[in-house]
């Protein structure tokens, strides 16, 4: 009855080999948590020369024998990637065994069919490292809000790009430069493609946006912009109406004639200096989530790190081995609400937009009638001369971005507009 | 199979209706979130007259009778106070139900007991409602965080005070003044005394502690000042060293020679205006929290309310649910690390300390002499002159909480001190 529990650990870079410490260090605490003591029963790497420092009986590299060896009860997948960690899993499953992964771009492409493969098995599935790292965001939206209706998620889930960003908004420097910067300093990947174009935050919006809307989402149905456009201008001129700029992940239930859609999507945007999410500098993560009867909630945190992530690997393992010891596995995911996802075009965003004009009568005039004939409301304008020439800032209303991308289009082909400055979504103002 | 599964709720005041109202509304989404229908089996009140929104037929006195009905197969108990609801809850468990609590008194004096009782039926007890109202902290430090140690919770817990010292800020107020404004805008109760003399904060100490640390604390282990004696001059004297004041709850794991104890304290304090907790205004609650994988975290959210209270309660009534379908109960709360509750006189803690002297040479001398007397190290000393007067602020170190307060009750026998006009702890600082 007392027979130790048996992990297998599939990776060990630096989460894996922050696992592997605090099952080794911690094993007593863990233990008594669990009501059985935890053992590692091997940890499967594809070259086991790279890692002296794991004991060598441990060590295998044959990855699948290990997962469905009989004595092995429990899988952590820190491979990261598509395979084989998705082939693993399922071979995981089959055998009966539950899984801590905390792989988002796999979640993210595949959820559905790797939560029915553990639902089928009986055993529980648990990824809270796949999204914002160490802050607890996934079990308070699968479990803690289940009774509750969420409206909307808005999060910094990526901590490279918020470096950048608050670099750029700290030194003025461009994009390029904070990038390099970044880079430098090991805050950005030698290929930086998967955070700095949003691919990174919108696997994770995909996550979040499945398990609160309890629908399917997937990484390809998140619309997805980068922080590569954004310029030192976009930067001042936020700075100038009060805001900072950020990469958010928004998910929102958005209500519509035929019925409820969700709409998910990453995109750099203005928000106010005095939202919660504006202070959230650095490398730290924070989500902030509306329900319609808890409010307003914020989650804040560590988003990366091996420590940091290791803390919610460790946490979903002591989940599923207590699952395994008070007898059956905990609640699955639900994806029973089966709603649409809302293209782009048609998800209300509100913009920002800068424009250098001629200074000269009527052009105001003309500029907004170009928003009306778009059917997109303005809500400020701010205008300053200089010479013959003058700035127009414009933050509109909420309108669907396709009518709001349309109307930028053509004040570029205005004659009177010399040029458009700095274009940027803006969200989180009233 | 499919046979609805049924509530029976203890008390219908602000919380209860919210959850009532709720699980009629929202049955299909909470039936397809649970696996099966849920029903409400009856309400339990002392005033059946008092409710006419409630369904007659669902209305009972016998609260006793309600819980062990046979087709009941889970509790909420929204009732508050120690009894009847122990006796209540006991009878239901006894009677295998589950139970969801509100109830933070009651818990705070007598979870050890409860949970026993719980984990002997094989059912469930959660209370995420019980602290921080809608925001999912217990949950996360019961299920997300299990797998790190935790050193230290910081929580604004209690919104009344919260309001009370935000004014107080913000207006100059004294006490009295913002207290009968809270009253009369309805944040206090006729009688505040639980909120301001930090019981309901000492309560929810106790459970964060416990649930944190793996150790039975109860509200009696928790050192407790209220906020009554905070002057506006504190208040003045916070905001000129960059403070601001609020009332904590704190709950650490110290670390001493014959072993980890834990220190669980409600008090008021100086935090840095930097701190995220600063910014917590009005009647909204924050946790803040250091894990040593995970680093800091941060939940924030609305603290109380109807509303908030009932999508916590409706989280854990949807978990307990949940359980029943998938067979087992969650995983219960683990006591076994038996941790010692050390005494506030040994509690290591920071004072700031405003005194009126004779301004004439020696007199800091001999006030640093007195720190250094009670081994107390300062860290900052701020001295300003007026006329034969002078205003020294002193920032110590950490030390015993007995040293820093004999050294206070030393320094107002002292001739050269004319007056000690504010102490207060701080907290935050680095």
């Not at 693993?88 to 492409?109: Q, R, T």
């Not at 880079?183 to 499945?210: C, N």
């Amino acid at each position: 009855m007392n027979r130790p529990l048996k992990v297998a650990l599939l990776g060990c870079g630096t989460v894996g080999s922050a696992v592997l410490r605090a099952l080794q260090e911690q094993a007593d605490d863990l233990g008594a948590r669990i009501g059985r003591p935890v053992e590692v029963a091997g940890v499967a790497v594809r070259r086991p020369a790279h890692h002296p420092d794991v004991p060598a009986d441990l060590l295998t590299t044959d990855a699948h024998g290990l997962v469905t060896r009989e004595d092995v009860d429990l899988v952590v997948e820190v491979i990261g990637g598509i395979e084989p960690a998705r082939s693993l899993m399922l071979a995981a499953f089959e055998a009966g065994k539950s899984v801590v992964s905390a792989n988002k771009a796999l979640l993210a492409e595949d959820g559905v069919a790797l939560h029915a493969a553990a639902a089928k098995a009986g055993v529980d599935l648990y990824y809270e490292a796949a999204v914002a790292g160490a802050i607890p965001i996934l079990r308070p939206l699968r479990e803690s809000l289940v009774g509750d209706q969420l409206s909307r998620i808005v999060g910094i889930v990526n901590g490279t790009t918020n470096y950048i960003l608050s670099r750029m908004a700290e030194t003025g420097a461009g994009f390029g430069e904070a990038l390099a910067e970044a880079t430098e300093l090991g805050y950005a990947e030698a290929d930086p493609t998967a955070d700095v174009d949003g691919f990174d935050a919108a696997a994770k919006a995909a996550i979040l946006a499945s398990l609160a809307f309890h629908t399917p989402v997937a990484a390809v149905d998140v619309h997805r912009e980068g922080i590569s456009t954004v310029t030192a201008t976009d930067v001042a001129r936020a700075a100038e109406i009060g805001c900072t700029v950020k990469l958010l992940a928004i998910c929102e239930r958005v209500a519509g004639a035929d019925g409820d859609s969700v709409a998910v999507r990453v995109h750099p945007a203005m928000i106010p200096t005095a939202h919660p999410l504006a202070s959230v500098g650095g490398a730290f993560n924070a989500v902030f989530v509306e329900a319609e009867a808890a409010g307003q909630l914020m989650f804040y945190g560590q988003g990366a790190g091996g420590e940091p992530t290791a803390s919610a690997v460790l946490g979903d393992l002591v989940a599923i081995a207590r699952n395994r010891v008070t007898g059956g596995p905990g609640p699955g995911v639900t994806g029973y609400a089966n709603l649409a996802v809302r293209p782009m075009a048609e998800t209300p965003t509100r913009y920002h937009v800068s424009l250098d004009v001629a200074d000269k009568p009527g052009v105001l005039a003309a500029v907004a009638q170009e928003f009306a004939r778009h059917e997109v409301s303005i809500s400020t304008v701010r205008q300053t001369g200089r010479g013959d020439a003058a700035t127009l800032v414009i933050v509109t209303h909420s309108a669907p971005d396709a009518a709001l991308s349309a109307t930028i289009a053509a004040l570029r082909e205005m004659p009177a507009v010399r040029g458009v400055t700095s274009v940027l979504r803006v969200e989180g103002l009233s």
